[in-house]
């Protein structure tokens, strides 16, 4: 069965409009603060506490909500159309025609492999 393709649908937000979704996000936290500054001066007695708490402790949540971004820093996403990974030196693999497996020590000054001068028929 064929992988399916990336689309446009499956990219994330671009930088640009989630930093501006933050800011809106942060912006309407801070206006309702300054709704309950408001409000703390209109209403009389105890029912001051409520607007004063949340005019204390919004700003805290106001910096926390704006600073999540929707990027997640683990996400990988795999290229389209990515050449397949090549074989590394770790791996060990056997048709490596670089790797030289043979008992006999090669010489650097002879031109010919150690299995054409050591082979079946070369004599010793």
């Known amino acids: 069965m064929r ?7 499956d990219l994330p937000i671009s930088p640009d409009e ?21 409000i703390f001066f209109v209403v009389p007695g105890w ?13 805290y949540f106001a910096v926390v909500v704006a600073n ?16 397949p990974a ?3 030196a770790a791996s060990g693999d056997a048709d490596d025609d ?4 043979g008992g006999a020590t090669p010489d650097p ?8 001068r050591d082979g079946p028929g070369a004599a010793r």
């Open 3 to 9: 992988a399916r393709s990336a689309s446009i649908t």
């Open 18 to 38: 989630d930093r501006e979704r933050r800011f809106r996000t942060y912006l309407y936290m801070m206006l309702v603060r300054v709704g309950c500054l408001g």
């Open 47 to 59: 029912w001051k506490l409520a607007p004063a708490l949340v005019a204390v402790l919004i700003p």
């Open 68 to 83: 999540v971004s929707t990027h997640a820093p683990g996400e990988v996403r795999e290229a389209p159309n990515a050449l």
């Open 86 to 88: 090549g074989p590394s």
């Open 98 to 101: 670089r790797v030289w497996r």
């Open 109 to 116: 000054l002879d031109g010919t492999a150690p299995a054409e």
